[in-house]
């Protein structure tokens, strides 16, 4: 998951080496082409699977759907808040998301330690996010406000769709379906939604190398091979805890935006990032009561932990 969100991280920098490229089209083909070849990689277990899948298909569209629409809302943030803003509202909020969902339809319960470790790093995503908007009203005045204002607003839409097929996902994987052939028939017909959307505004892609190669890298490293992170992750961990992992990507994408792009960081966003790695620390390190049970080699059966399914390698930690 920390690898997956690192990658992702990448991404927001990367597409500001190929400013003639509108942010739908950059999201297009990002998602578009890495669900593609995630179904291409996956095919043979999404047919050995086609059964179970066609029995959960609302649980597919869903995330399908989700899929469609998350990276035309995120690409689009990013472009009118900032990389640092895009990041960090699409990525924050989606905790909380994924964290009712799994409150209201799966009934799940939120533990002190998620609730500390999201605090945190809701506090710290806040932080950045007015840090970011502190910046803007100081460098373009009020029309970048506005543009700050819009992207939160796409961020908050794109936060919202991210954890719903986190969600779907990891339903998917939890009814026995393998990792990836859950992932690859969600991002695969994903993939297929943002088609379209790739043919219409994806000609300034092929209208340089330097363009085909940013094209390239966004289907390819992060959301190809991140989401194949991602899915390995899903079938060891819950949907809100993948979120809350994933509180890393805002962090490198603010790192990165100030190193490479050259946007600046007030001293309150960097006191945000702080607190995303702390937030990081506290749902990462294992709890006093898994580590005793690790030392004398008996069974977890910490409050946090989830029973292992029979049949399947996947076991599932609860927050």
Do not use: K
Not at 103 to 125: I, N, Q, Y
Request: proline share 5%; glycine share 12%; charged share 10%.
């Amino acid at each position: 998951m920390l690898a997956a969100s690192v990658l992702w991280g990448t991404t927001g920098t990367a597409a500001t080496f190929a400013p003639e490229v509108g942010p739908l089209a950059i999201g297009a083909v990002a998602m578009g082409l890495g669900g593609l070849l995630q179904a291409l990689l996956a095919a043979p277990r999404i047919a050995r699977h086609a059964a179970r899948l066609r029995d959960q298909r609302g649980t597919v569209l869903l995330g399908a759907a989700s899929v469609g629409v998350y990276p035309l809302a995120f690409y689009s943030s990013m472009h009118l808040g900032g990389v640092a803003v895009g990041t960090v509202v699409s990525i924050g909020a989606a905790r909380l998301a994924s964290a009712l969902i799994e409150r209201v339809v799966d009934g799940r319960r939120l533990t002190r330690r998620w609730m500390l470790a999201a605090s945190l790093g809701l506090f710290g995503t806040v932080l950045l996010c007015v840090a970011e908007a502190t910046r803007a009203a100081d460098d373009a005045g009020g029309a970048s406000v506005a543009a700050t204002v819009l992207g939160v607003g796409l961020g908050l839409v794109a936060a919202a769709t991210y954890a719903l097929y986190s969600w779907a996902a990891h339903r998917l994987i939890s009814r026995d379906i393998p990792s990836r052939a859950a992932m690859g028939a969600v991002f695969g017909l994903g993939g297929l939604l943002l088609l379209p959307v790739l043919a219409v505004t994806g000609a300034p892609l092929v209208s340089s190398w330097s363009n085909a190669a940013v094209g390239a890298y966004m289907a390819l490293v992060p959301m190809f091979a991140g989401y194949v992170l991602f899915g390995r992750g899903l079938a060891h961990v819950l949907a809100s805890t993948a979120t809350t992992l994933s509180l890393l990507e805002p962090a490198v994408a603010a790192v990165l935006a100030v190193l490479v792009v050259g946007e600046r960081l007030p001293a309150a966003g960097w006191t945000g990032i702080a607190l995303v790695i702390a937030c990081l620390a506290v749902l990462t390190t294992p709890a006093a009561a898994v580590r005793r049970q690790r030392r004398s080699g008996g069974p977890d059966q910490s409050a946090d932990a989830g029973p292992a399914r029979q049949g399947d390698p996947v076991r599932s930690s609860a927050p």
